[in-house]
């Protein structure tokens, strides 16, 4: 690529960034933090090696966080508003008839107590029982893409039942105890409300449960959602365990493919599909 190739990409990259900011604009109060979102996106997307305010202001050159901490902090925006936008513009550049949400959920470690939802329990983040908070997402992703358009943040039944708690951290008085499968229930039918093209929904086997399950056949959605070893599964009239089930399945009826790159390389995994007998077809 040469430089007149170079500049004509960024030049468009630059016309469809500021699309996109104007298209936010209209969700913020004032003019300054409307100014500081797109400087604050700008240092998302840079090479910054942590994301938080401290280094996404430095790489930005500004002379300290104050300013993105105040966005994130303090400054007056529709939070949920931005949400839709954003979910509608992934929609429009991404969206395909057969897409697929992908409910995953992460952990952010603290040494403090202080923080909304933290609490010693577990995530695939840390890989053990940590003081962390924990967020379900919610991505969309086609073949022309993957990209997050949902988040809620799980709260653990104990702070609930500390009222000053919840107050001190901002928590609404009206919030209620939510499991980590009925949060992403709750954003899938966001999204679902909002029209975004989807068939499948994927999660792993924090989200494998029957309710769950139940509510998105009855959305007509496809899934994938992962169930432990030792989960029961009805066949030919008797409960076997998923371990048992697979257990008896022929070698030839597995095949080794990779879930995608990992931090050690290609992360492989044994698959088999079983069709129940007494269906014709498949449906999806």
């Given at each position: 690529?040469d430089?007149?190739?170079?500049?004509?990409?960024?030049k468009?990259?630059?016309?469809s960034f500021?699309?996109?900011?104007?298209?936010?604009?209209?969700?913020?109060?004032?003019?300054?933090?409307?100014?500081?979102?797109?400087?604050?996106?700008l240092g998302?997307?840079?090479?910054a090696?942590?994301?938080?305010?401290?280094?996404?202001?430095?790489?930005m050159?500004?002379?300290?966080?104050?300013?993105?901490?105040r966005?994130?902090?303090t400054?007056?925006?529709?939070v949920?508003?931005?949400?839709?936008?954003?979910r509608?513009?992934?929609?429009?550049q991404?969206?395909?008839?057969d897409?697929?949400?992908?409910i995953?959920?992460?952990?952010?470690?603290?040494?403090?107590?202080?923080?909304?939802?933290?609490?010693?329990?577990?995530?695939?983040t840390?890989?053990r029982?940590?003081?962390?908070q924990?967020?379900?997402?919610?991505?969309y992703?086609?073949s022309?893409g993957?990209?997050?358009?949902?988040?809620?943040?799980?709260?653990?039944e104990?702070?609930?039942?500390?009222?000053?708690?919840?107050?001190?951290?901002?928590?609404?008085?009206?919030?209620?105890?939510?499991t980590?499968p009925?949060l992403a229930?709750?954003?899938?039918?966001?999204?679902?409300a909002?029209?975004?093209?989807?068939?499948?929904?994927v999660?792993?086997?924090?989200?494998?449960?029957?309710?769950?399950?139940?509510?998105?056949e009855?959305?007509?959605?496809?899934?994938?959602?992962?169930?432990?070893?030792?989960?029961?599964?009805?066949?030919?009239?008797?409960q076997?365990s998923?371990?048992g089930?697979?257990?008896d399945?022929?070698?030839?009826?597995?095949?080794?493919?990779?879930?995608?790159?990992?931090s050690?390389?290609?992360?492989?995994?044994?698959?088999?599909?079983?069709?129940?007998?007494?269906?014709?077809?498949?449906g999806?």
């Open positions: 690529m430089n007149k190739q170079e500049a004509i990409l960024i468009g990259w630059r016309k500021n699309v996109l900011c104007a298209r936010l604009a209209r969700h913020f109060v004032r003019s300054e933090p409307r100014e500081q979102v797109q400087r604050y996106m998302l997307l840079s090479k090696e942590r994301k938080n305010s401290w280094q996404v202001a430095e790489i050159h500004e002379y300290g966080p104050q300013r993105m901490q966005l994130l902090n400054a007056e925006w529709d949920e508003a931005v949400r839709d936008e954003l509608s513009y992934v929609a429009e991404l969206g395909e008839a897409g697929i949400l992908i995953d959920e992460t952990g952010f470690l603290k040494k403090g107590l202080k923080s909304a939802g933290v609490a010693r329990q577990y995530s695939g840390a890989g029982i940590e003081n962390q924990i967020g379900v997402f919610l991505a992703t086609s022309r993957c990209a997050f358009i949902d988040r809620a943040l799980y709260l653990p104990e702070w609930l039942q500390d009222k000053e708690r919840c107050r001190e951290a901002g928590i609404p008085p009206a919030a209620t105890f939510e980590k009925h229930q709750r954003m899938v039918a966001s999204a679902l909002a029209h975004i093209p989807a068939k499948w929904v999660a792993d086997t924090v989200y494998g449960t029957d309710e769950l399950r139940l509510w998105l009855a959305q007509g959605l496809c899934y994938v959602l992962t169930v432990p070893y030792t989960y029961n599964i009805w066949t030919q009239g008797t076997v998923a371990e089930l697979m257990a399945q022929p070698t030839d009826a597995w095949v080794r493919l990779s879930a995608g790159e990992g050690q390389g290609p992360r492989y995994y044994d698959w088999s599909w079983l069709i129940d007998p007494r269906l014709k077809t498949v999806c």
